[in-house]
């Protein structure tokens, strides 16, 4: 079995791609409407992707209870990105010597966790 994506809500497909690619680089693989909804699905094409979800004629609680992980070279200097982009990063957490992680909020309140190994 493969995991072919994780869905997350959002309040703004605009705002959420800007935050996802714009600042994370996560390429956006196709962006689509469909029964009503705008859906747009990012990471690499063969790979696992995240699938963004907007419901604008049906408001859903979103930002509870996900997070997503995502590995980076530098997550100092992702950290400093995110920062001058005006999001809130933790502190760096190094629960073992090979990995070392921080978390930032997406617009809708997802916990980001930006990861090194």
Partial sequence: MKILWTTIHVSDLDRSIAFYNGLLDLPVVT???GNGNEIAMLG???GTHLELLCKPDRPETVGQ???????FPDITAMGEKLTAAGYQVSPIIQPNPETKFRFVADPDGYQVQLVER
Avoid at 65 to 71: C, I, P, Q, R
């Fill in 31 to 33: 962006r689509f409407f």
């Fill in 65 to 71: 209870g996900v997070s997503v992980g995502y590995a």
């Fill in 44 to 46: 690499e094409p063969d």
